[in-house]
């Protein structure tokens, strides 16, 4: 039996990696969370409550639980948890636990997003100018240079954190300063050229510099995108596997970017621009998005060969294997119902039109 501890039980990310893992029944799932009403939800064997990740008893609290349960292999599932407790690696390692995460710098590159823009320009690769917006007159400078044919840009917090968090598409002056304003984002708030709506993201694990498993996955709408003032609230509705060779080039490109040995989970998040070339805009690093059971539902389980290479066992996919899974399957989301594996066939057939 492996024990695996894993962050954030009870929410949509670290669910889907539970499910995964579980579908192996030698391993034995461990959920630890800050949120008792989420972590209670959890699919996991057995459940922890821990302070969040920023506070100064996490720290404490989650060496306690590695001492108490020593797992084989501790996963986090958030870019705020990854961060912090990436910075105490050393003590984390030192009760005997396995870890399978990229460097710091490489993490801290990732979840600062215009970081990462300044490493995929660095590269040569094309994304949509960025403006770091510190003062007012970066603001009007964004206004001056980046507006589309309506006069829009793109503002989003370059804080850690997911989920389209703090966007705006915006032509409005007023608005942009009074939104920043608001979220008391000076120095952290990015204004950003507009992209298209269309989306696609590359999931891939790779270990010490060297691809392992990758496939590709559209978005064809997000839960409650209208229910955002961005339209995007980071939680896929409905993905769509695919596979094409740019998305594939681009997106190794943006993790070598990033680092010259990847080692772990890149997430690379694209947008498409107006002439039809996919531009990264993140990389969600060290964890799998919130859709991964879709992977494992289809035949391909992610979690599990990520456990696999972590813990040193037998490998039971072929290395370097690239968009394994089959064009066109559609992951369904919806509110209190299990998520559904389907085709454009089964939709035809279930559905009188």
Same mark, same amino acid.
């Given at each position: 039996m492996k024990k695996?501890?894993?962050?954030? !039980?009870?929410? *949509?990310?670290?669910?889907?990696?539970?499910?995964?893992?579980?579908?192996?029944?030698?391993?034995?799932?461990?959920g630890m969370g800050?949120?008792?009403?989420?972590?209670v939800l959890s699919r996991a064997n057995k459940k922890y409550y821990v302070p969040y990740a920023n506070t100064t008893n996490y720290k404490d609290r989650l060496i306690y639980i590695l001492n108490e349960e020593k797992p084989d292999l501790v996963h986090f599932q958030n870019d705020l948890e990854i961060f912090h407790a990436s910075l105490i690696r050393s003590e984390?390692?030192?009760?005997?636990?396995?870890?399978?995460? =990229?460097?710091?710098?490489? +993490?801290?590159?990732?979840?600062?997003?215009?970081?990462?823009? #300044? !490493?995929?320009?660095?590269?040569? +690769?094309?994304?949509?100018? &960025?403006?770091?917006?510190?003062?007012?007159?970066?603001? #009007?400078? *964004?206004? /001056?240079?980046? =507006?589309?044919?309506q006069g829009k840009i793109w503002l989003r917090s370059g804080d850690i954190g997911g989920g389209g968090k703090g966007a705006l598409p915006t032509s409005d002056y007023a608005l942009a300063k009074s939104?920043?304003?608001?979220? &008391?984002?000076?120095?952290?708030?990015?204004? !950003?050229?507009?992209?298209?709506? /269309?989306?696609?993201?590359w999931l891939s694990i790779w270990y010490e510099g060297e691809l392992v498993l990758a496939q590709t996955r559209s978005r064809q709408s997000w839960m409650h995108g209208n229910r955002a003032i961005?339209?995007?609230?980071?939680?896929?509705?409905?993905?769509?596997?695919?596979?094409?060779?740019?998305?594939?080039?681009?997106?190794?490109?943006?993790?070598? !970017?990033?680092?010259?040995?990847?080692?772990? +989970?890149?997430?690379?998040?694209?947008?498409?621009? #107006?002439?039809?070339?996919? &531009? =990264?805009?993140?990389?969600?690093?060290? /964890?799998?998005?919130?859709?991964?059971?879709?992977?494992t539902e289809s035949g391909i389980n992610f979690p599990e060969v990520?456990?696999?290479?972590?813990?040193n066992e037998k490998l039971l996919i072929n290395k370097g294997l690239v968009n394994p899974l089959k064009d066109g399957l559609m992951w369904m989301r919806g509110m209190d119902r299990e998520p559904m594996l389907v085709s454009n066939q089964d939709i035809e057939n279930k559905i009188i039109f």
């Open positions: 695996i501890l894993v962050a954030g !039980a009870g929410g *949509a990310p670290a669910e889907g990696v539970i499910f995964s893992l579980q579908q192996n029944p030698e391993n034995y799932l461990i800050s949120e008792p009403t989420d972590l984390i390692l030192s009760t005997g636990v396995k870890m399978f995460m =990229p460097d710091h710098s490489v +993490i801290d590159t990732c979840v600062h997003k215009y970081k990462s823009y #300044k !490493a995929f320009k660095r590269a040569g +690769i094309v994304v949509p100018k &960025n403006i770091q917006i510190s003062t007012d007159e970066d603001l #009007k400078k *964004a206004f /001056r240079e980046l =507006p589309d044919s939104w920043i304003d608001h979220h &008391n984002g000076w120095g952290s708030y990015i204004a !950003a050229e507009m992209l298209t709506s /269309r989306t696609v993201t961005s339209g995007v609230t980071g939680v896929t509705k409905v993905g769509m596997t695919t596979s094409d060779n740019q998305v594939t080039e681009v997106a190794v490109s943006a993790v070598k !970017a990033v680092s010259y040995k990847p080692h772990g +989970i890149f997430g690379v998040d694209m947008t498409y621009d #107006k002439n039809g070339i996919p &531009n =990264p805009t993140e990389i969600n690093i060290s /964890r799998f998005f919130t859709t991964v059971r879709f992977f990520f456990k696999q290479l972590a813990l």
